[in-house]
């Protein structure tokens, strides 16, 4: 994956080098959009994805929406990395992501009340929540649905995602009791939580795609952008504040 050359260190370990063809992406910085743009169109080609283009277009979205949190909210002068590995005997996905920025709760708590990392990975992972307003839709830059959606395709799919900050992971786990049930509130899902865990200053997420379990991409859209909708109404009326609606096309 190149781990050591990206952190520009000598491990003291002898490694042969393996050529990735197509089995695994090595690990690409991402500071910018461009950056963000060159990794996914690395990514995408190289995992066996010509004949899944309903799973192409999820781990598309999946990647960039993760990633474009590390160049919107992370503000880590190192930017972001990116790797992923392909699964033949499993048909399966594992895309990792990592920053060393600000982590989850310092840029959720500039808008929202959150006391403990738990806390904030709980909002972030709610729909209409977003650390750059306190807006129950996010603004039309950031809708603050990105880790809903990363959440909601690894639900559907009955796949693991995972996201670490501060001292404490989130880890959802599959075989929910309503598959095809999409809750707001990521504590409802089936999941487990590690807290006390080594500090990390910034934020770490990994998800598996399971290629032969994907839902058809435009349909799980539809159907996220309802839940978003009606989550945010709800928001709306507890909090008793204006918003627009948000659209999703």
């Known amino acids: ?8 260190i000598e491990s003291g370990i002898q490694i042969q080098e393996h050529e990735s063809s197509g ?7 991402v500071r910018v959009e461009d950056e963000l743009d060159r990794a996914i ?11 899944y283009p309903e799973q192409a277009k ?5 990647i960039y929406e993760i990633a474009r949190n590390v160049i919107e909210h992370a503000e880590s002068k190192y930017g972001g990395v990116i790797c992923a590995q392909y699964y033949p005997d499993k048909n399966k996905i594992r895309v990792g992501i990592a920053d060393y920025g600000l982590g989850i709760r310092t840029t959720i708590k500039r808008s929202h009340h ?15 929540i977003t650390g750059t307003t306190n807006k ?7 809708a ?4 809903f959606f990363t959440k909601s395709i690894a639900r559907i799919n009955e796949d693991y995602f995972w996201i670490y900050s501060g001292d404490t992971a989130y880890k959802l786990l599959p075989k929910q009791k309503e598959r095809m049930t999409i809750p707001a509130d990521p504590f409802i899902d089936r999941h487990s939580v590690s ?9 770490a997420v990994g998800i598996d795609i399971t290629l032969d379990q994907t839902v058809q991409f435009q349909l799980l859209l539809d159907y996220l952008g309802k839940i978003l909708d009606e989550a945010v109404r709800e928001r709306k009326r507890e909090r008793k504040l204006p918003f627009k609606e948000p659209r999703f096309i």
């Open 1 to 8: 994956m190149g781990l050591f050359k990206t952190l520009g």
């Open 23 to 29: 089995r695994f992406v090595p690990i690409s910085v």
């Open 41 to 51: 169109k690395n990514i995408v080609p190289m995992l066996h994805l010509s004949g």
């Open 58 to 62: 999820t781990l598309m979205y999946i």
């Open 114 to 128: 959150a006391e403990t990392h738990l806390e904030a990975i709980g909002l972030a992972l709610r729909p209409g």
């Open 136 to 142: 129950p839709t996010g603004t039309a830059q950031n």
């Open 144 to 147: 603050g649905a990105g880790l």
């Open 195 to 203: 807290t006390g865990l080594p500090y990390w200053k910034g934020t």
